[in-house]
Each structure stands twice: as structure tokens, then as C-alpha cells.
């Protein structure tokens, strides 16, 4: 099998992370590039880490290329700063950078979407996120695996406390046998089955995960 060529996106969020670890441990891929707004501390003899200004992105036309783009890229309105802030990272840069890799022939494109995503949808997150998940279906890949997870359970030093007691709650909940489709996940099995869903599904066009698909 050939040896593959990763690109990263949202290396330094809680998914994003765990998708880097697997990639480098990972011996069906060969080499693997992030591409980050500040700068991280890690090395590996398979890892190229190129620090951006995502708001150039024409000017790193040149590097993005390989096989696989998986994109982890997002933030909150409370991170970014807004809700323009947000739309910039969530939407424009995660769109631009796609379209980028789909002309220069790069084949596969997996996305970390929501759950709920609908470009529609009255509320401004899911929304946001099915409008990325509408464009980025018209652009040129071979295939495009849309993951559409519930509540995720980060990393124990990233987990908020707002946060902590919401996902105990769905938890709970969950074990009561309720809305089981909103079941937290932990970020590393999402991870895992991202990487593995891109190295097993040789099927072309778009594949969408929804939540029941994640825990299989």
C-alpha cells in the first residue's frame, strides 16, 4: 500500500491532537504536515509543522499538497471574540484552505463537523457548520468523510468546568437509556475512527458520520 502524505488542521485543539498522535504512530502514513496559527513544540522525524497567517492563505498556496486533508479547525464565540470572529475560523478559513487543497489534486478531504449542522438552522454554530459542509460537497475531491459528533470529551486539562458538568449530566442521562444520539464521545475514539474510516472507506463522493456511526 502506498504510504500517504497527511495534512492537519487544528492540530493544537483537543481532536486535532489526538489525530497528530495516531498519524505519527501511524505507519500507513509516511509524512505528515500541520499547519498552525502559533507556534507548537513538537518534533517527530515524520512531522513538518508550518506556522500560517490563515487570513494570507493564497501566499501557502505551495505547500499544501498531498494525499489526505483532515480539518479539525474551530473555536468558540467566547475564544474568537465574536460571532465574525468565529465565522472567520469556523467557515472562511476551513472553506479557503479546502478549496486550496481540492485544485491542487489533493484527493481526500475529512471534515470535523457537529452534530445538528444545518446551514439553515436558527441557531448560529450549527449553522455556520452546515454552511462549510454545503460548500465544501460542490469542491473537487475524490472523497469527502463529514464527521458530525455529539458533545466531545476533551483532554482532563481542557475540559471546562460548564463544560465538566454538562457532558456528567448527558451521561447520566444516557444511562437512563435517554437521547442516547447526544451520547458524549471521548475526542481520542473520535479521532481513531476518523483515521481509520480514511484508510477502510474506498468509497467515492461524500460519506456523512452522524453520531449513531460513531460509536460502532
Given at each position: 500500500?502506498?504510504?500517504?502524505?497527511?495534512?492537519v488542521?487544528?492540530?493544537?485543539?483537543?481532536?486535532?491532537?489526538?489525530?497528530?498522535?495516531?498519524?505519527?504512530?501511524?505507519?500507513?502514513?509516511?509524512?505528515?504536515?500541520?499547519?498552525?496559527?502559533?507556534?507548537?513544540?513538537?518534533?517527530?522525524?515524520?512531522?513538518?509543522?508550518?506556522?500560517?497567517?490563515?487570513?494570507?492563505?493564497?501566499?501557502?498556496?505551495?505547500?499544501?499538497?498531498?494525499?489526505?486533508?483532515?480539518?479539525?479547525?474551530?473555536?468558540?464565540?467566547?475564544?474568537?471574540?465574536?460571532?465574525?470572529?468565529?465565522?472567520?475560523?469556523?467557515?472562511?478559513?476551513?472553506?479557503?484552505?479546502?478549496?486550496?487543497?481540492?485544485?491542487?489534486?489533493?484527493?481526500?478531504?475529512?471534515?470535523?463537523?457537529?452534530?445538528?449542522?444545518?446551514?439553515?438552522?436558527?441557531?448560529?454554530?450549527?449553522?455556520?457548520?452546515g454552511?462549510?459542509?454545503?460548500?465544501?460537497?460542490?469542491?473537487?475531491?475524490?472523497?469527502?468523510?463529514i464527521?458530525?459528533?455529539?458533545?466531545?470529551?476533551?483532554?482532563?486539562?481542557?475540559?471546562?468546568?460548564?463544560?465538566?458538568?454538562?457532558?456528567?449530566?448527558?451521561?447520566?442521562?444516557?444511562?437512563?437509556?435517554?437521547?442516547?444520539?447526544?451520547?458524549?464521545?471521548?475526542?481520542?475514539?473520535?479521532?481513531?475512527?476518523?483515521?481509520?474510516?480514511?484508510?477502510?472507506?474506498?468509497i467515492?463522493?461524500?460519506?456523512?458520520?452522524?453520531?449513531?456511526?460513531?460509536?460502532?
Amino acid at each position: 500500500m502506498k504510504k500517504l502524505h497527511a495534512l492537519v488542521l487544528g492540530a493544537t485543539g483537543a481532536t486535532g491532537k489526538e489525530m497528530v498522535k495516531l498519524l505519527l504512530e501511524d505507519s500507513n502514513f509516511s509524512k505528515v504536515s500541520l499547519f498552525v496559527r502559533r507556534k507548537i513544540c513538537i518534533e517527530h522525524k515524520k512531522l513538518t509543522v508550518h506556522k500560517i497567517d490563515f487570513s494570507k492563505l493564497s501566499e501557502y498556496n505551495s505547500l499544501v499538497r498531498g494525499d489526505i486533508l483532515f480539518s479539525a479547525l474551530g473555536t468558540t464565540k467566547l475564544e474568537a471574540g465574536g460571532k465574525k470572529e468565529q465565522f472567520l475560523v469556523d467557515y472562511t478559513y476551513q472553506y479557503e484552505f479546502a478549496k486550496i487543497a481540492s485544485e491542487n489534486n489533493i484527493s481526500h478531504y475529512s471534515l470535523v463537523s457537529s452534530i445538528g449542522a444545518n446551514k439553515h438552522s436558527f441557531f448560529f454554530y450549527p449553522r455556520i457548520k452546515g454552511a462549510l459542509e454545503s460548500s465544501v460537497k460542490s469542491l473537487s475531491f475524490n472523497k469527502i468523510h463529514i464527521f458530525q459528533p455529539p458533545s466531545l470529551i476533551r483532554q482532563p486539562e481542557l475540559i471546562r468546568v460548564v463544560e465538566k458538568y454538562s457532558i456528567n449530566l448527558l451521561l447520566a442521562i444516557n444511562k437512563l437509556g435517554f437521547i442516547r444520539s447526544l451520547k458524549p464521545l471521548l475526542v481520542k475514539d473520535l479521532a481513531v475512527k476518523i483515521i481509520n474510516e480514511s484508510l477502510i472507506n474506498k468509497i467515492e463522493g461524500v460519506t456523512i458520520y452522524k453520531s449513531k456511526d460513531l460509536f460502532n
